[in-house]
């Protein structure tokens, strides 16, 4: 049976990465991966970045109504015509997910469909909590149903392993705010163990 693989870390743990070398590592055995990410992530419009400075386009962008098998179906039947035309391979072997903390709790469901009901493996990335320390609804629910789970490390300023993510608008860390804000020219993120998250929110966890 295929599985939903979870792979999440905090802010720069390296997951677009990880994502990027997995599909690199599927095609060069031969099989066709597909790519896809939420719509809401706007960093990069269609692609998926590293902060190592890899991009790649993905195959499709999951709006938030949309049906995330009903995509992937349609991608997997272009994929399976395409082969049928050339010697590419014929069926679908994975499909990555990028940032799957925006993803709906339905969605969530639909990559477990995917996964149990339609025998693709789908490996999902993304990280946990908000920079209030709040799960995301699709990380949540990743934890809940996901077959495999597996933590990506990276470590805060100090030195210790960061499980936390702080938002910084304008250089200064903030606690309040919508709980999706894309990381660019005003908004960024650092990531932070619970001490220094600590130290900088003066105490509090929300």
Partial sequence: MAKLYFRYGAMNSGKSTALLQAA????ERGQRVLLAKPQIDTKGASQIESRLGMTREVDFLIGPHDEARALFTGERERVRGAGLQSAEPH??????VDEAQFLTTDQIDDLF????L???????????????????PGSARLLA???SLEELKTICRCGRKAVFNGRMVDGRFVFSGDQVAIDGAEV?????CG????DESGGMLD
């Fill in 24 to 27: 690199y590592n599927y095609e």
């Fill in 91 to 96: 069926d679908v072997a994975c499909l990555l």
């Fill in 113 to 116: 469909r995917i996964a149990v």
């Fill in 118 to 136: 339609d025998g693709i493996p789908v490996m999902a990335y993304g990280i946990r909590n908000d920079f209030r320390t709040h799960a995301f």
């Fill in 145 to 147: 149903v996901a077959h």
């Fill in 188 to 192: 960024t993120y650092e990531s932070l």
């Fill in 195 to 198: 001490n220094c998250y600590l």
